[in-house]
């Protein structure tokens, strides 16, 4: 079992509408959870990055941890087609420390 | 912003060459990772390095090792190619509580 897992999609939408994405992971030791979001043939860029339970917003961007059942989700409000990426959840033990990735959520929002 | 170079964009060697990767980064930042990203597969962490001449295994360590003599370099050394390394090839740094940067990556092809 994989320590972090992603639906890989893809998750299709239309412009304006709410992406809803989660991950779950199974290490109990994680305290920090990020997502980020690639574009093709570029490397990830960090959205956000959380420390512990609790919701974290930005922007368009939230971000929501609950480590009792060991969740995490990213919502992007008014989606739009620069918005199509695929988007990937990472934890890990300490700040800084080595990261531990889900597969990743490919997203397409449709104009 | 951190910025983090990665040499090439995209390499062809052929099987059983020795191959270098190079990363550098101009924030003198401590923590260094390479990952490689395959589809379904997702990022996987071969070797990151917490300082100068420091390095520890990741999760797939066969088949590379690295080098780091400078704070700002990181190189991941293919000792023999093959074509199971044909990959995409990511390198990161990161400093507490600023999550990871990437570079672009190298799309390695072992033919």
């Known amino acids: 079992q994989k320590e972090v897992e992603q639906d890989p999609g893809p998750l299709s939408v239309p412009e304006g509408a709410i992406v809803s994405l989660n991950c779950t992971y199974s290490?109990?030791?994680?305290?920090?959870f990020m997502w980020y979001r690639q574009y093709s043939r570029k490397g990830p860029e960090l959205l956000m990055y959380?420390?512990?339970?609790g919701n974290k917003e930005d922007g368009r961007f939230t971000a929501q941890v609950d480590k009792s059942s060991k969740y995490i989700s990213l919502f992007i409000r008014d989606s739009q087609p620069s918005d199509s990426a695929t988007y990937l959840c990472a934890g890990a033990k300490a700040a800084g420390n080595k990261l531990t990735f889900g597969g990743g959520t490919r997203v397409l929002v449709k104009p | 912003d951190v910025k983090v170079t990665q040499s090439s964009r995209y390499l062809v060697k052929r099987t059983g060459e020795k191959v270098f990767l190079e990363c550098v980064q101009d924030m003198d930042h401590e923590n260094m990772f390479w990952y490689r990203q395959d589809p379904g597969l997702g990022l996987r962490l071969i070797y990151f390095?917490?300082?100068?001449?420091?390095?520890e295994k990741g999760d797939i360590p066969e088949g590379y090792s690295v080098s780091r003599e400078k704070k700002e370099r990181f190189s991941l050394i293919l000792e023999s190619a093959s074509t199971n390394q044909t990959s995409m090839y990511l390198c990161?740094?990161?400093?507490?509580?600023?999550?990871?940067?990437f570079g672009s990556g190298t799309r390695l092809t072992v033919v």
């Open positions: 959380t420390y512990s339970s």
């Open positions: 990161a740094t990161s400093r507490p509580i600023y999550g990871y940067t």
């Open positions: 390095s917490y300082d100068v001449k420091m390095k």
């Open positions: 290490n109990s030791a994680f305290q920090y």
